[in-house]
């Protein structure tokens, strides 16, 4: 069975970006592969310095994993930071990646733009996840249509490695949907933690109201025609089936339907499609004894497999192997 593996990092609360972009994925690859799925808090510290924020994130990107549909039973969910050895891999790995393929990296190079104060964790970011997948000689790596270059990074790592040192990592395959490759946000840019722009699928109904609410829109009165390709049809395209987003673009085509009735059509569609999840979250939230059992296995069995190939990885690059280790 071919092994599909997949990380997001708890910077913030998820997003119906996240979800459509990745997670749902990892549950559609649950029964023909081997998932491993994982919090990437080592990543998250790139951007956040506040312990408990980071704490808080981190359990509950568990709860939203677990309550949309994660199997522990199917899938190894666990939190990256509970497996040192892919910062070991890491330090590995940096001496085979060359300064031009990081310097090259949109989503740094984006970030500088942004005026936000590199680190070097921030620059060696990618290097970092090509350990969280190499080491587990992972086959599909699902991911947002952001993440195409970091993981043509992590081919270019794993061939490179594989080079000089021989036949030792996978070389993974980014799985990317097309039509759900990049989730708009309410403003119609890509819908991101950092954008402000999102809808959280585990928001209070009334919070949820204000992000539906928010979805920008133009001042075209109520009786006229309106564009049927709006920011609200395209958020409701994830939805509602084909026949449903027909009938809104059509009112939106013939005029009397105002971007207020769309939004309340798409706030309905959302809480229907996640009700299942949002009271299997709350319940799980009661749990936390069962939450840590799910935790506690994704560590063991991760972890088995990493030191495994890390030791391989040490003696061919020549870190151990003499008769004194
Ligand atoms: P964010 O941009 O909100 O910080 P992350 O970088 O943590 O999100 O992304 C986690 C996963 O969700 C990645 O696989 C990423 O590609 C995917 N993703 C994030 N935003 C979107 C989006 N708007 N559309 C599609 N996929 C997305
Ligand atoms: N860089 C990814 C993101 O921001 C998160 C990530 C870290 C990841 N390690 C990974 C994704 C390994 C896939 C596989 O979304």
């Known amino acids: 069975m071919k092994r599909s593996l997949s990380g997001i990092q708890p910077s913030g609360?998820?997003?119906l970006g996240n979800y459509f972009g990745a997670i749902k994925q990892f549950i559609d690859n649950?029964?023909?592969?081997?998932g491993f799925?994982?919090?990437?808090?080592?990543?998250?510290?790139t951007s956040l310095s506040d312990a408990e924020?980071?704490?808080?994130?981190?359990?509950?990107?568990?709860?939203?994993?677990?309550?949309?549909?994660?199997?522990?039973?199917k899938s190894t969910i666990y939190i990256q930071s509970d497996i040192p050895e892919c910062t070991e891999l890491a330090w590995?790995?940096?001496n085979v990646t060359p300064m031009g393929l990081l310097e090259r990296a949109h989503s740094y190079k984006d970030k500088l733009a942004k005026g936000i104060a590199a680190n070097v964790g921030l620059f060696t970011y990618p290097v970092l996840m090509a350990?969280?997948?190499?080491?587990?000689?992972?086959?599909?790596?699902?991911?947002?249509?952001?993440?195409?270059q970091h993981l043509e990074i992590t081919r270019d790592i794993a061939t490179k490695f594989n080079l000089q040192y021989g036949e030792t990592f996978v070389v993974p395959e980014p799985q990317i949907i097309e039509n759900l490759a990049t989730v708009p946000g309410t403003d119609g840019q890509k819908m991101s933690k950092s954008y402000g722009n999102t809808i959280e699928m585990f928001a209070s109904k009334k919070e949820l109201k204000k992000q539906v609410m928010s979805i920008v829109t133009d001042s075209t009165p109520l009786e006229d025609p309106k564009d049927p390709d709006n920011n609200i049809t395209l958020i409701y395209k994830l939805f509602a089936s084909e026949e449903k987003v027909e009938e809104m673009r059509q009112k939106f085509t013939a005029g009397g339907y105002g971007y207020g009735h769309a939004k309340k059509e798409l706030l309905e569609a959302i809480l229907e499609y996640f009700s299942e999840a949002r009271a299997k979250r709350e319940e799980l939230a009661k749990n936390p004894e069962y939450v840590e059992a799910v935790l506690k296995k994704g560590r063991e069995k991760a972890r088995s497999i990493a030191r495994a190939k890390i030791d391989l990885v040490k003696k061919t690059v020549g870190l151990s192997g003499n008769n004194y280790r």
């Open 131 to 148: 350990a969280d997948i190499l080491l587990y000689d992972a086959n599909i790596v699902p991911v947002g249509k952001d993440q195409k």
């Open 37 to 45: 799925y994982f919090i990437v808090n080592y990543h998250a510290l």
């Open 13 to 15: 609360v998820l997003h």
């Open 92 to 94: 590995i790995l940096s």
């Open 53 to 73: 924020a980071l704490r808080k994130n981190t359990y509950d990107v568990v709860l939203d994993f677990l309550a949309l549909g994660l199997d522990p039973e």
């Open 30 to 34: 649950q029964d023909k592969t081997d």
